[in-house]
Structure formats: C-alpha cells, structure tokens
C-alpha cells in the first residue's frame, strides 16, 4: 500500500538554526508531493507543492522542498528558522491522480529564541 | 465565508449515541473533502465529494459512518452508533476542482465518545 513517512517526529531548534525535515513516500508511479503547515491553534495550511519540473520547489515563507524520485523523498529545508516556525509539519501524497491524500504522522518542530 | 467552516469545534458525545458534523466549504469550491485525524497521527482520508456525489468513499472505515452533500455545498458527516474509537478530529477540506491541488482546510471537530 502507499504510504508516505516522516522520520523526525519531533525536532527542537534554535532561531537561525538551519532546519531540514524528512519525508519519504512509497510508490512507484504517479506522485504529486506537498507539505502543509500546522501552527498551535490553526487548521493545516498548504506551504508548497510539487506536481511536475523544477524538482526544487519554493513556497511561503522561506520554505523549499527537492523532489529526489530516486530517493522517493521530498525533504522540507529552510535555511535560517524563526521562532514563529514552530508548528507541526504533514507531508502527503496524491498518486495516480486521485483525488486523496495520504499524510505522514507528522513531524512537530520548537524553536527556541 | 472566506474559509472552511466546521461547526461544531467541538463534540462530546456517550458511547452509542449518533452525531453529525457539518462543513461548509468555501463557495463555489466543487471539491469536498472528509479526513479523520487521530492522536499522533497524520489525516486519513474518508470521502470525497465532487459537486454533490460521492467520488470516492473508500476510507469510510465501516457502515456506521456517512456522509451527503445534498446540495452540492454543504457536507455532513454522520456517525451511528459512536465507539471510543471514534474519537478524533474530523476534518474537512474544498477545492477550486478535483485532484486536490492544495486544499483549503477548516479548523476541524474534535470528536470525543465517553
């Protein structure tokens, strides 16, 4: 079965700290990738997605995410975190083109000042 | 509205009673889309409405639960029989069209079955 995986379930930084999180899917076809975004208190926002091109993609905020198909991984970087970064992190899945996603159990990031 | 709207945020309920939740997508989105969001745990697909049907319910995790889109705005999820195990939060999501190209998320309903 698909299934998408994030092995850093919780991860503790300073501010300017450089921050990468990981996520790995399992599927051979088809993938379009996306991180979302959960700050204390708010719903799941979108930070970026990858559907097809530039395997670097740019979202809000900062954030960027590279796309290695033969890694099957889509890591989350932001070079310099802020205190207001912390928040939990979901990367997720859309394969063959279905109209679901599949979320990893998330990862959830402190910083520190 | 602006947003996704879930009402109600939250929902304490005894074990065997019914319960249903309601979602008001953003207007004019067709897309409409069930999660459950468990403890520690990432959302897990439920059910997907295009315009007023359901295009896929395969997340559905037994015939206790349902949903309809009457209308084709308005979803609600309906739950008989609530278990423990129920509990959770439930979320609902909309898009512009289908294949969920960035959904816009409400704020969920935290479900509780004491």
């Known amino acids: 079965a698909q299934s998408v995986s994030q092995h850093n379930h919780h991860v503790i930084l300073s501010e300017a700290a450089s921050l990468e999180l990981g996520c790995n899917y399992s599927?051979?076809?088809?993938?379009?990738l996306f991180w979302y975004v959960q700050y204390p208190g708010q719903h799941l926002q979108l930070l970026l997605k990858?559907?097809?091109?530039?395997?670097l993609v740019k979202g809000i905020k900062g954030f960027e995410a590279e796309f290695i198909k033969s890694k099957f991984s889509f890591n989350l970087r932001k070079p310099s975190v802020q205190w207001s970064d912390t928040a939990e992190y979901f990367c997720?899945?859309?394969?063959?083109?279905?109209?679901?996603?599949?979320f990893g159990t998330g990862t959830r990031l402190q910083v520190f000042p | 509205g602006a947003g996704v709207s879930q009402t109600p945020s939250n929902k304490v309920t005894e074990k065997g009673k019914y319960v249903e939740l309601r979602c008001d997508p953003i207007?004019?989105?067709?897309?409409l889309y069930w999660y459950r969001q468990s403890l520690g745990q990432g959302p897990e697909f439920l059910i997907y409405?295009?315009?007023?049907?359901?295009?896929?319910d395969s997340g559905l995790p037994n015939d206790r639960f349902f949903a309809v889109r009457p209308e084709g705005s308005v979803s609600t999820l309906k739950i008989q029989r609530t278990e423990r195990g129920d509990s959770a939060v439930y979320l609902c999501?909309?898009?512009?069209?289908?294949?969920?190209?960035?959904?816009?998320f409400g704020s969920g309903t935290r479900l509780t079955v004491v």
């Open positions: 999501a909309s898009s512009l069209g289908a294949y969920g190209e960035g959904y816009t």
């Open positions: 599927y051979g076809g088809t993938v379009n």
């Open positions: 990858y559907f097809s091109g530039d395997p």
């Open positions: 997720a899945a859309r394969v063959d083109n279905t109209d679901k996603l599949i």
């Open positions: 207007s004019g989105h067709t897309a």
């Open positions: 409405f295009q315009g007023t049907g359901a295009a896929d």
